[in-house]
């Protein structure tokens, strides 16, 4: 069973997920992705695709360091301009899906996470995309 099945998120596509709860004291290892809910929309074909989206991001087990939920901003960016996690776990993703990516430190942001986020456990994020341009 993946590490990502017993991540618990509240609501649906378009609600602010708030904390997650995390039934397993560790995250895994590797790159994680699950799809919560498939989107019908148009499908980010590679890297260079952009997305504008709302997320919430929070470490494995942790605290929340960041959200556009919260925030009520939605963000647009290339997925190449990202963390290598973030990019390389929403590529192929359609509009209107919800993704749950767990992303370890080597893919996120390295030797700095520890001084970022003061622990190397994987980030942990919530995706609604919204919108695809290819």
Not at 104 to 120: H, I
Request: proline content about 4%; hydrophobic content about 40%; aromatic content about 10%.
């Amino acid at each position: 069973m993946a590490a990502l099945d017993n991540v618990i998120v509240e609501g649906s596509f378009g609600d602010d997920p708030k904390n997650l709860e995390f039934t397993e004291a560790q995250g895994p290892d590797g790159l994680e992705i699950k799809v919560l809910k498939e989107g019908e929309g148009k499908e980010t074909k590679s890297l260079a695709s952009k997305i504008y989206c709302n997320y919430h991001g929070q470490l494995w087990n942790g605290k929340v360091f960041d959200s556009s939920f919260a925030r009520r901003q939605p963000i647009g960016f290339g997925l190449n301009q990202v963390i290598k996690g973030w990019g390389d776990a929403l590529v192929g993703k359609k509009e209107g899906s919800r993704v749950l990516i767990s992303v370890p430190p080597e893919l996120g942001y390295g030797a700095q996470t520890a001084a970022m986020f003061g622990s190397v456990a994987p980030l942990v994020f919530v995706v609604d995309i919204l919108y695809v341009a290819n």
